[in-house]
């Protein structure tokens, strides 16, 4: 689709008629239950900010930056200040053991970073399976007064093209970059019906990335509290899923669809790995020693 100007007035938009017949053909544009699944060249950008901006929105996004991934830190604000939600009201938060290592970010305007210390933990699994309880209770104790959408993302990624309003929506995936091309028999789901986060073989839509998912504050605390007691659950009953939150994630996923996914765009595998499908690299995971980075194996 070519991406032409709108022009905003204080009464109307004007811009270039859409077309219902005209439109990316190498990618699916939408899921079966009907949800927009969102690529490059499927939206016009300038005509999606014009109708968020009316809003007047603010976009909570949260980060955890344990142990040695304090280094991903300044990267990960530098660039989210360039790309991410330019023109809207954001407000970081970082969960962090070592506040005193956060380095200063120089922020835009209506752009905010609060700092929280969080206990220092000895295993990446569990650093993985406490977000789920931390975010809950971030969103009960304060975002319900602040926010309106909210964004959970991993902070060892790196923002190389826009990330806009055009992500928004009341429960958002993102379809993960390793899996998307995969029959559903190749997803790492968990496999074993003693865990909560159990997909049988043979079921399954898409394999969501754990790194990047948001919407609406009541919708993002309804998966959050619930993969927070499924992890609890098979804490209780000795089982730990394969992929910890992300397992739970997807299952959770399954069961409650998504309203809006995002392509492999908004979390690819890295800026230099190239696919046909992949126009623009919006978020990418930085490539990193996880031997050295992980405090274990």
């Given at each position: 689709m070519e991406i032409k100007t709108c022009v905003s007035t204080a009464y109307r938009l004007v811009y270039n008629q859409p077309s219902a017949l005209v439109g990316r053909t190498d990618v699916a544009s939408v899921t079966p239950w009907s949800a927009p699944i969102i690529w490059e060249g499927t939206f016009d950008p300038t005509l999606i900010d014009s109708i968020y901006k009316q809003q007047n929105l603010t976009i909570a996004t949260t980060v955890f930056a344990l142990g040695k991934y304090t280094r991903f830190i300044k990267d990960f604000l530098e660039s989210a200040e360039q790309h991410y939600l330019v023109g809207f009201r954001v407000h970081y938060y970082l969960f962090t053991d070592q506040p005193e290592s956060v380095p200063e970010v120089k922020m835009g305007e209506n752009r905010s970073l609060t700092v929280l210390t969080v206990q220092s933990l000895n295993r990446w699994q569990d650093i993985s399976m406490n977000r789920m309880e931390k975010l809950e209770k971030l969103i009960e104790n304060e975002l319900v007064r602040e926010a309106d959408y909210?964004?959970?993302?991993?902070?060892?990624?790196?923002?190389?093209?826009?990330?806009?309003?055009?992500?928004?929506?009341?429960?958002?995936?993102?379809?993960?970059?390793?899996?998307?091309?995969?029959?559903?028999?190749?997803?790492?789901?968990?496999?074993?019906?003693?865990?909560?986060?159990?997909?049988?073989?043979?079921?399954?839509?898409?394999?969501?990335?754990?790194?990047?998912?948001?919407?609406?504050?009541?919708?993002?605390?309804?998966?959050?509290?619930?993969?927070?007691?499924?992890?609890?659950?098979?804490?209780?009953?000795?089982?730990?899923?394969?992929?910890?939150?992300?397992?739970?994630?997807?299952?959770?996923?399954?069961?409650?669809?998504?309203?809006?996914?995002?392509?492999?765009?908004?979390?690819?595998?890295?800026?230099?790995?190239g696919a046909a499908q992949i126009k623009i690299v919006r978020l990418a995971n930085v490539p990193k020693n996880y031997a050295e980075v992980r405090p274990n194996p």
């Open positions: 909210i964004f959970c993302l991993d902070i060892d990624g790196k923002f190389y093209g826009r990330w806009g309003a055009e992500s928004l929506g009341r429960l958002v995936g993102v379809i993960h970059p390793w899996f998307y091309n995969f029959q559903r028999n190749q997803f790492t789901y968990e496999r074993r019906p003693e865990s909560l986060a159990y997909i049988p073989a043979g079921e399954g839509d898409y394999y969501y990335a754990g790194a990047a998912f948001g919407g609406t504050l009541e919708d993002v605390l309804n998966l959050t509290k619930t993969c927070r007691e499924h992890l609890n659950i098979d804490a209780a009953n000795s089982i730990e899923a394969l992929w910890q939150e992300e397992s739970h994630l997807n299952k959770y996923f399954l069961l409650n669809k998504p309203s809006k996914l995002l392509s492999p765009e908004y979390m690819w595998r890295g800026i230099n790995i």
